[in-house]
């Protein structure tokens, strides 16, 4: 499963508290993400594994979708949260020094983002609380059979 989003937009929070597995955030990712072989690495695992680095392209995520289609499935899940809410949880002050100068090309803010228009499941983590986004993942994992609803 790959969720696309901006950064501090929620997603790596509620996906490490809400899903058993394995969750890589982005910082990893954009460390590997030059490796053809990263995808098989998160798909090859018995069990739902999710990444969530931050996806501003179309194209990035067309060619991800591609490698771990040959493996295994691939979800996208938008988490489309305003910059401005995103801006509000900056814990790390990226926005800040975006708008000041220092840091060039921030997703979303000097640096193109291009929404998807292909997601399995959008959220907006600015009008939808922790517990129903993972209600929301868990639904649709659960319908379409790679998690098995309780009984």
Do not use: N
Request: proline fraction near 6%.
């Amino acid at each position: 499963m790959l969720a696309a989003f901006r950064p501090t937009s929620g997603m790596e929070t509620f996906c490490a508290a809400a899903l058993w597995g394995s969750v890589t955030a982005g910082d990893v990712v954009r460390c590997t993400v030059s490796s053809p072989y990263w995808a098989v690495t998160f798909v090859a695992a018995p069990f739902v594994t999710t990444c969530a680095p931050i996806a501003p392209f179309a194209e990035a995520r067309d060619r991800v979708r591609q490698m771990v289609g040959e493996v295994g499935d691939f979800l996208l899940i938008y988490v489309a949260t305003p910059v401005e809410v995103c801006e509000q949880r900056d814990r790390k002050g990226l926005y800040a020094k975006a708008r000041a100068g220092p840091v060039t090309q921030l997703t979303g803010v000097s640096h193109p983002y291009e929404e998807p228009l292909d997601a399995a499941l959008v959220l907006d983590t600015s009008v939808i609380s922790r517990a129903d986004a993972t209600k929301a993942i868990m639904a649709m994992l659960t319908s379409g059979g790679w998690l098995v609803g309780e009984g």
